[in-house]
């Protein structure tokens, strides 16, 4: 199948334009386009482009579709409509084409209508740029971001519950002849938590000055 390989996708948006404030002609063909001021030999793929959406029939005569674009309430949504039936095969493969990556645009372009890669790469051009002058009746899905896991947080233990050091002897009086001090101490300090150990470790030291 053929589509629009239009090399300035720009002039897309002018020809719509000038199509809508424009009387609708008895024919329309490449000398009516230069009426309109496109006059360039690239501009008569503007024809086939007509011709694909269903603004001109076979016989290059004006369609019912023109003359109902002249209402401009009503032309974005037309032309919207226009662009689904022109592209069915696309939005057949690829419903969500609208905003489909163009790597997937170019492979189902190249493999449908057998283009080069640089009319493939014209292909999707103008087929965005006949997309974002439309309206379309089902407007595409907005992908949902996964809410990020939040880090679990670390309960901190308050000073008044931390851990007594626990000892079996805290001071054995001294005697004369050999003074001994000994010490049992069993403390678990969670090492993820750097503010509770350099805490505990100050109750330690103080009670060793005691």
Known sequence: MEYPVI???GSIELLLDKLHGTKSPRVVDYDFLTTLGFKR???ESLLMLLGFLGFIDDNNQP???WEK?????KAKVLLGKAVKAAYSSLFKAHPEAITEENSVLM???RSSSGASDPDAAYMILSFKVLCDLSEFDEKPPIAQKKPEKKPKAIKKTPAAELPEAKSVTDKVASTDSSPVIRLS???DIDESDPELRELTLKLIRKQLEL
């Open 41 to 43: 030999e690239v501009d």
């Open 69 to 73: 674009s002249h209402d401009p309430d």
């Open 63 to 65: 369609t019912i579709l």
């Open 107 to 109: 492979e189902f372009f």
């Open 185 to 187: 101490i069993n403390i």
């Open 7 to 9: 090399h300035n996708p």
